[in-house]
């Protein structure tokens, strides 16, 4: 296991080992499982009385879990789960917030916005364990993910407009992407949560499963499908996300051309 601790220091990386002990208030944990599913690595929310909202070293640890994951030629497959019980992450931090002035409020959004896009930027799939509450920057969160399985009970919505305030971490634009643009509009300028089986029939998460006795059906789910990952050749997932995440930004002739470029480079037949 790799371990967070305050401002990203004390890292430790160990593949098919049952984990070291964590630094007392790390806040993000980091661990790389053996056997049949190495190559699948977890970042675990561990900020359990503040329900996983995105504090300033939260956010940190965060970032520096992003940059050791990045650049890790052994993670295939990176999944995002809580470790706080019914809760996948509340959004901001109010309590924070409130202690910031307006600069200070405006910089700290634009390092949420920063985080999403590290985690989009991921170059291996990226999965949203949701087996809990995932509201505001939770689901910009699970948004800026690849794939998201969500529990049947599980809450999301972006709630920002409720407390009169914006999506600022990339939901207004990363929503629209995922589930059209009506349906996003609908669901930012009412502030409404949904269930995860809502959230499957309108394409927000790829799937939705009953949750078990131990609360963690959507993790379960999402280690499935990052197996059913693991034997594909890792160079052309790489180039498929690119391809993809490039493509939708612009028109099909332009992406056409990126699709060109990325099958280049693995040199290899369909």
Known sequence: MMW???AGRGLLLRWGHGGAAP???AEVLVSAAGGESSGIAEILMNRPHARNSLGKVFVN????ALEQLRF?????VVVF?????????????LKERAQMDDAEVGHFVKRLRSLMDEIAALPVPTIAAIDGYALGGGLELALACDLRVAASSAKMGLIETTRGLLPGAGGTQRLPRCVGIGLAKELIF???????????????????VPQNNEGDAAYQRALTLAKEILPQAPFAVKMGKLAINRGMEVD?????????MCYAQGG???
């Open 4 to 6: 967070l601790g305050r």
């Open 23 to 25: 630094r007392r208030g």
């Open 61 to 64: 640890e965060l970032f520096s």
């Open 72 to 76: 890790d030629e052994k993670v295939r």
């Open 81 to 93: 789960k809580s470790e706080v019980k019914g809760v996948f992450c509340a959004g901001a931090d």
């Open 190 to 208: 009412t502030g409404r949560q949904i269930d995860g089986q809502q959230a499957a029939s309108i394409g927000l998460v790829n799937h939705s």
């Open 252 to 260: 099909i002739a332009s992406g056409m051309a990126i699709e060109g």
């Open 268 to 270: 290899g037949l369909p």
